[in-house]
């Protein structure tokens, strides 16, 4: 130790005591940038848990699906390549009808009523994701969402034919229902496919409508509400449980205050993205009564095909969460 001394001292290298230096350093990835109200949030919780660690863990956070796509970031956590993932559920709906009862029209169409539908999705998650060697820590709810087109929306029928792009099979469904020619695509295809002319729609978020910034290749988001999708954020359960009890707790917890900000968080950011779509130059509008009722009808229709695809227990969350007021 004395000869180490001596030498570091020779170099000019300063003695750093190795409670300074973290001890795990986990890898977290996003699919979403590091402006988006989704990452602030997920930077708010790693300060906690990297603060409540006393330097045990630190949170290495590679967002925008720099370092994985958002569709392949499940696998990861779950094969250990990362501790620590953010998904979107909707993604998995070719695995299980459960993954996208948030994208029905109309079953979670304001923020009290997602609440309530992830109260009743919760304990079929821990189940499914706790068999995989994973735990959802936290949920993040989109804010709701509409269409975006290059005309105004009026009626239904100017739908017909229109290349619009979507993000799940239930959204699809939807999207099919309405006349529209419905593709899914990643996130991080869109701004490509409206060059192509693979598409000339959207449907999704005033917050997506930012990300990829639509005033470029659309003139009018036309909000409907809707629905809330959810994404959650994922750990490894061995990871996890490879850490002091008291860190792994202090995780957990932070998750649960990470879940209640995203609630506030996303309905600021819904407002902020709204304003901005104005800004650039975007006619933003209500939809119409037509397509309001329209889409009311295609929930119901939508609810019923989900009942037939489900299992006792999955349509046993869905009366559960009906029984709350949903």
Known sequence: MTTFR??????????????????????????????????????????????????????????????????????????????????????????????????????????????????????????????????????????GQGFYTDFPVESVDQFDGVKLRIYSEA????????GFQATILPFAEVPQAFSTGLIEALFTSAQTGNDIQAWDYVSDFTYTGSMHNKNGIIVNTRALEALPEDLQAEIVAAGERMTERAWEMSKAAGEESTERLRAEGMNVSDA??????????IGTQMIEEWRAEASEEERAVLDAYLASGG
């Open 6 to 143: 001596t030498i570091a001292a020779g170099l000019g290298l300063a003695l750093l005591p190795l409670t300074a230096v973290a001890e795990t350093t986990w890898i977290m990835a996003s699919g979403y940038p590091e402006d988006s109200f989704f990452t602030e949030n997920i930077r708010l919780f790693i300060d906690e848990v990297e603060e409540a660690s006393d330097g045990e863990l630190r949170i290495d956070l590679r967002s925008n699906g720099d370092l994985i796509k958002l569709d392949a970031i499940r696998r990861a956590v779950q094969a250990g390549q990362i501790q620590m993932g953010e998904i979107r559920f909707g993604v998995y709906g070719n695995e299980s009808p459960m993954f996208t009862l948030d994208s029905l029209p109309n079953v979670a169409s304001d923020y009290d009523a997602a609440i309530r539908l992830m109260e009743a999705q919760k304990p079929w998650f821990d189940r499914v994701f706790g068999e995989d060697g994973m735990k959802v820590i936290a949920y993040q709810p989109w804010p």
């Open 171 to 178: 959204t699809q469904r939807m999207g099919d229902l309405l």
């Open 288 to 297: 119409p009564e037509a397509l309001q009722a329209a889409l009311a009808e």
